[in-house]
């Protein structure tokens, strides 16, 4: 081994980095934790310093543990879509809003009323985002009740960028997590689109690909870091798009299930296609797939053992959840969670959604909630993948699990036995460091392409069959689970649940 690749990965719940060698195995990692405050209800901040000391304490660990002289370069990954505002020392403006944040409920409301979708498409070259967590929805927030701030401000940038400005001193964002707002096709930011949202155009960061350098690493972040000051920093991409490469999204006919702080599944496509709920997604070289995050995954397990389980103390012991859970027989005898705890996403883009038990009897315990819950998102990824699969026009033989989740051996169960097919664990569960290294091994000149990546870096660990004897129960549930949304909609549309 020549050299090492570290991903840097900005994420919800924690900062991690990893370093990989060129064929994908793990030399060393380290995480850092980050809380997630929410000062009214429906939103969700974070303290961008906070990403900020996180990273330089995971990167400082890696170069006591490999020798630094070896790092070749740096990929980012980072959750999105978030917002942080910078001034010109790079300093930045207040709290961040993050990518759960439902406060730009009305925000999205005069976006559907007021950009039609012929615009949308003339101006990002893809269908409107108008949801409470669109950035452009955010952009319009931050005008209305940040205006002082704006003004004072130099740029907008994601979590990632943000970072990687403080790295390297360049103010830049790649296309993807520029979503809604660029168009890559044209390869600008539209001046009528941002008169439209009377937001500065000038705000907005230069857009490069995943895989340009986005800088090197100044004296002051060398210092800061332990790395070689010139060390190459590449531009990296959202995080659910790196932990999709690290699944092997490049991979023809696969679907890939990113099991983190909230789920996202997609599917591998031959080109761009549209599908209801879900939106379409291309890896520079590396190929297309359909796409559609969910809000739910294991943030909703870590409100579980908050609310059933006291004896935990504030803290998640998953392997008692699991063994109670596991007593209960599949269908839960007919209770049904539905995991919009903060609305959702895909497929259903609501964000006045809220979670609900239905079908509760005294029969229902504990352990029925608990098997409820798991089964629900195992539902959710169902939910999508046919959405996606009949927009393709074909069925994925397995399912790839990738992120922390994929270490539960039950999860991995449910989930097959809902799909009934397959699921291949990866190897590798820290999948946004490792897709973020694979950029970065492109972006280096180690491999020449994302295909090529994928080929040498990913992993697998031992598969999970479905079990046969569930395929009725959970079809019937399923089904119950489709009809309970639509049926309480009306109920949570009128109830004045939207922020």
């Known amino acids: 081994m020549s050299g090492a690749l570290i991903g840097?990965?900005?994420?919800?719940?924690?900062?991690?980095?990893?370093?990989?060698?060129?064929?994908?195995?793990?030399?060393?990692?380290?995480?850092?934790?980050?809380?997630?405050?929410?000062?009214?209800?429906?939103?969700?901040?974070?303290?961008?310093?906070?990403?900020?000391?996180?990273?330089?304490?995971?990167?400082?660990?890696?170069?006591?543990?490999?020798?630094?002289?070896?790092?070749?370069?740096?990929?980012?990954?980072?959750?999105?879509?978030?917002?942080?505002?910078?001034?010109?020392?790079?300093?930045?403006?207040?709290?961040?809003?993050?990518?759960?944040?439902?406060?730009?409920?009305?925000?999205a409301t005069w976006l559907k009323q007021h950009i039609s979708p012929e615009q949308a498409r003339a101006w990002t070259g893809s269908a409107p985002a108008s949801d409470a967590t669109s950035p452009p929805a955010r952009l319009l927030w931050i005008s209305k009740h940040r205006a002082a701030d704006l003004e004072q401000s130099v740029a907008v940038l994601q979590p990632k960028d943000f970072i990687a400005c403080k790295?390297?001193?360049?103010?830049?964002?790649?296309?993807?997590?520029a979503y809604s707002l660029y168009d890559p096709l044209q390869n600008r930011y539209h001046p009528?689109?941002?008169?439209?949202?009377?937001?500065?155009?000038?705000?907005?960061?230069?857009?490069?690909?995943?895989?340009?350098?986005?800088?090197?690493?100044?004296?002051?972040?060398?210092?800061?870091?332990?790395?070689?000051?010139?060390?190459?920093?590449?531009?990296?991409?959202?995080?659910?798009?790196?932990?999709?490469?690290?699944?092997?999204?490049t991979s023809p006919g696969r679907a890939v299930d990113v099991a983190g702080t909230s789920e996202s599944v997609s599917l591998s496509?031959?080109?761009?296609?549209?599908?209801?709920?879900?939106?379409?997604?291309?890896?520079?070289?590396?190929?297309?797939?359909?796409?559609?995050?969910?809000?739910?995954?294991?943030?909703?397990?870590r409100w579980l053992a908050k609310c059933f389980y006291p004896e935990f103390a504030g803290g998640v012991d998953f392997q008692t959840m699991e063994q109670e859970a596991g007593a209960v027989s599949a269908g839960c005898n007919g209770l049904t969670f539905l995991p919009y705890l903060a609305g959702e996403r895909a497929p259903i883009w609501d964000s006045a959604a809220r979670g609900s038990f239905i079908g509760l009897t005294f029969d229902h315990t504990r352990p029925y909630f608990?098997?409820?819950?798991?089964?629900?998102?195992?539902?959710?990824?169902?939910?999508?993948?046919?959405?996606?699969?009949?927009?393709?026009g074909y069925r994925a033989e397995h399912l790839v699990v990738c992120g922390g989740g994929s270490r539960s051996q039950f999860w991995n169960q449910i989930k097959a036995d809902i799909?009934?097919?397959?699921?291949?664990?990866?190897?590798?569960?820290?999948?946004?460091?490792?897709?973020?290294?694979?950029?970065?091994?492109?972006?280096?000149?180690?491999?020449?392409?994302?295909?090529?990546?994928?080929?040498?870096?990913?992993?697998?660990?031992?598969?999970?069959?479905?079990?046969?004897?569930?395929?009725?129960?959970?079809?019937?549930?399923?089904?119950?689970y489709r009809q309970y949304y639509p049926a309480l909609k009306p109920i949570w549309s009128s109830s004045g649940t939207k922020e």
């Open 8 to 107: 840097l990965d900005i994420g919800t719940s924690s900062i991690k980095a990893a370093a990989f060698d060129e064929h994908g195995n793990q030399l060393t990692g380290a995480s850092a934790p980050v809380s997630v405050i929410s000062p009214h209800a429906g939103w969700a901040e974070q303290q961008p310093e906070d990403w900020w000391q996180g990273t330089c304490s995971v990167l400082r660990q890696i170069s006591e543990r490999i020798d630094p002289r070896t790092i070749i370069a740096i990929g980012l990954s980072g959750q999105c879509p978030g917002h942080v505002l910078i001034d010109r020392h790079h300093q930045a403006i207040g709290r961040a809003i993050i990518w759960r944040d439902q406060r730009a409920a009305q925000e």
């Open 269 to 301: 496509v031959e080109h761009s296609v549209d599908a209801p709920g879900i939106y379409p997604a291309c890896l520079e070289d590396g190929g297309c797939f359909l796409c559609g995050p969910t809000q739910s995954g294991g943030d909703t397990l």
């Open 370 to 392: 608990t098997r409820a819950v798991y089964e629900s998102i195992g539902f959710a990824i169902r939910h999508i993948l046919a959405l996606a699969e009949n927009a393709a």
């Open 167 to 177: 790295l390297t001193g360049n103010i830049i964002t790649d296309r993807h997590s």
């Open 192 to 249: 009528e689109y941002f008169d439209a949202l009377a937001f500065p155009i000038e705000k907005m960061p230069a857009v490069r690909s995943p895989v340009e350098t986005a800088g090197e690493l100044s004296p002051s972040a060398s210092s800061q870091t332990g790395l070689p000051q010139g060390t190459r920093l590449v531009v990296g991409t959202i995080d659910a798009y790196c932990d999709n490469l690290a699944g092997g999204i």
């Open 419 to 480: 799909l009934q097919r397959p699921v291949m664990p990866t190897a590798i569960t820290e999948t946004g460091c490792l897709g973020a290294a694979m950029l970065a091994s492109v972006g280096a000149g180690i491999h020449p392409d994302l295909y090529t990546a994928s080929d040498q870096m990913i992993i697998f660990r031992d598969r999970v069959d479905p079990d046969i004897h569930h395929k009725d129960a959970y079809d019937q549930a399923y089904q119950a």
